[in-house]
């Protein structure tokens, strides 16, 4: 019955209507690269399985904690002194603030260290039947939704989704659905900039095809069980925004897109370009992306926390994979070997940062008007608190930088998130489990 109806749904999608009014289309009727109002960009990349933190010893001999712990020493302030792992964002110390003591608490309640990247940017309740909610990227984008040919970007280094709980992705929409992300160098580049294939005038549908089969499918919909009723409303679901997109993309047909150098990316697949030059690959376009205002939000899973390319990248330093990394702290230079690779991830973040800063934008830079989010959603293996994390750039949004801001009480991450969505102008009141905004870094 379900096939069967399921064709039915689909007949008469060549003649379609237009969608239902929506604010942002009214937006994107008038809206175009580089309109007037000054740019506001987000940026956030994410790294599994935390991060080295030996801790202190009364062993003299035990210097682990002096050479290999991801966070600076002492109590914070601005006064603080770079860890060896953060050293290479020495140069942006007045345009980053590291974090200590923030956490998602929902995130112990799912008893595992592998269920972190779909929640990273939410940190929802889904461990007791919830459905998930809208990470922060989403919420900005559809917030900024037309003012950019793309709402957003969604990048892994595994693509798709992932499974449940073990996502491949830190994007959810504002359906709690997993947003696919791209891994693929060339086919990032030709969606950003390739050439859209046009076809004759009116070949678009003029009626949209759930107004055309509301009846048959009304219909269709007293006949199923509860499960299947949610399954084909999510189906519905997934038409409404196709057409939602096509109708956006129709819109900017006539706006040519920007021209890049294509030999600035390596656009081969990771299997032909090894760890560090995938790297350089996607953080490059992630910046073209920026930079050409294709949009102005951009999220990169580094690795996924299940199977992955991602996990491979530390063979780029002749180490194991980054989840044995995260495993070896008791064998003989285990801190060492995971510091090291811990050190080769913030340096991907500094070159992203440097390519920002030399950027012109109105009258300061890419670093200005871009905020970027840098972290992970564990500390110690496997352990949900005093997440590793960095927030770049963004001073012309209002973001107050060049401190270390460690809490000594455990703190909702969903206080910074919540801070860097009013820093786009969206006006609520908390974010999922948020107590308040952290003022520490908002001042405007």
Avoid at 10 to 19: D, I, K, N, Q, R
Avoid at 35 to 56: N, Q, T
Avoid at 142 to 166: K, Q
Avoid at 251 to 275: I, S
Wanted: proline share 5%; with cysteine; net charge negative.
């Amino acid at each position: 019955m379900k096939v069967i109806s399921r064709k039915a749904f689909l007949v008469g999608s060549g003649a379609t209507l237009a969608l239902p009014f929506f604010a942002s289309l009214e937006k994107l009727a008038v809206a175009a690269p580089g309109a007037a109002e000054k740019a506001r960009r987000f940026c956030s990349v994410f790294f599994p399985f935390g991060v080295s933190v030996p801790a202190k010893s009364d062993d003299p001999k035990n210097t682990d904690y002096q050479n290999y712990h991801w966070f600076p020493d002492g109590d914070g302030g601005r006064e603080y002194q770079l860890s060896r792992s953060l050293e290479p964002l020495a140069e942006f110390r007045q345009d980053v603030t590291i974090l200590s003591g923030l956490s998602h608490p929902h995130y112990r309640e799912i008893a595992t260290g592998h269920r972190n990247g779909g929640l990273f940017l939410n940190g929802a309740n889904i461990v007791r039947g919830s459905a998930n909610s809208v990470s922060l990227d989403q919420l900005i984008a559809s917030h900024l939704e037309g003012t950019t040919r793309f709402p957003s970007l969604t990048l892994s280094s595994g693509g798709g989704v992932g499974v449940p709980l073990m996502a491949q992705t830190i994007s959810v929409d504002r359906h709690g659905k997993f947003v696919p992300a791209l891994s693929e160098p060339r086919q990032i580049f030709n969606r950003l900039f390739g050439v859209d294939e046009v076809g004759p005038a009116g070949l678009r549908p003029r009626r949209s095809v759930l107004d055309v089969t509301k009846e048959s499918a009304d219909s269709l919909l007293l006949r199923l069980n509860p499960d299947d009723r949610r399954a084909f409303e999510d189906y519905r679901q997934s038409i409404r925004e196709l057409e939602h997109d096509l109708d956006r993309a129709e819109e900017w047909a006539a706006v040519p897109r920007p021209t890049v150098d294509q030999t600035a990316v390596n656009l081969d697949g990771f299997a032909k370009q090894g760890a560090q030059s995938y790297l350089d690959s996607m953080f490059e376009l992630m910046y073209l992306a920026l930079k050409t205002d294709s949009t102005r939000v951009v999220t990169y899973q580094i690795a996924c926390e299940g199977t992955c390319i991602g996990d491979s990248f530390p063979a780029a330093l002749g180490l194991p994979t980054h989840h044995n990394l995260s495993h070896s702290t008791r064998s003989e230079g285990g801190y060492a070997r995971w510091a090291q690779y811990d050190r080769f991830l913030v340096e991907q973040l500094q070159k992203f940062l440097v390519k920002l800063r030399n950027t012109p934008d109105g009258d300061g830079t890419l670093l200005d008007s871009t905020v970027t989010l840098f972290g992970s959603g564990t500390s110690d293996t496997h352990i949900h608190k005093n997440y590793p994390l960095v927030v770049a750039g963004g001073g012309s949004l209002g973001l107050a930088h060049g401190q270390y801001l460690k809490y000594q009480e455990e703190r909702p991450m969903n206080d910074l998130l919540l801070t860097i969505a009013h820093r786009f102008g969206i006006d609520r009141g908390s974010f999922g489990d948020s107590s308040g905004e952290i003022h520490e870094i908002a001042h405007a």
